[in-house]
């Protein structure tokens, strides 16, 4: 279980999570941020912070809710190589000592820009 950011951070990023995260497991891709799944303790700090409401906690997403495929997406952008990357990233131990990993998940690269949606 984990708390999981949505596609309403996509182009906002505005770091509010990150600044709240005790663990410092919320990193950043191109146009989003990602929680780590097997990182985040569920405190739930991350989702009290955030100014458009982007995150959830995964088991209390409906299954009909749009974001239920970020649950997954997550998991993806950790475990999966991401475009351009060799491997996956895997269990990094702290999103500062990696800084910004720079690219997303191609679920998010396909979402339009917003203002486009
Ligand atoms: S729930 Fe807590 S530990 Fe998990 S990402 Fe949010 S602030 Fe970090
Ligand atoms: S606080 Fe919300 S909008 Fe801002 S970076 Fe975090 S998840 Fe994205």
Do not use: N
């Amino acid at each position: 279980m984990a708390y999981v950011i949505g596609a309403a951070c996509v182009d906002i990023m505005d770091q509010s999570c990150v600044e709240d995260c005790p663990i410092d497991c919320i990193y950043t891709g191109a146009r989003k941020l990602y929680i780590h799944p097997e990182e985040c303790i569920d405190c739930g700090a991350c989702a009290r912070s955030c100014p458009v409401d982007a995150i959830s906690w995964d088991r209390d997403l409906d299954p009909a809710d749009p974001d239920i495929a970020h649950i997954q997406d997550a998991a993806a952008f950790f475990y999966q190589p991401l475009p351009g990357q060799p491997a996956p990233l895997r269990e990094p131990g702290g999103a500062a000592g990696l800084g910004p990993v720079g690219v997303d998940t191609a679920l998010i690269t396909a979402i339009p820009a917003q203002g486009e949606r």
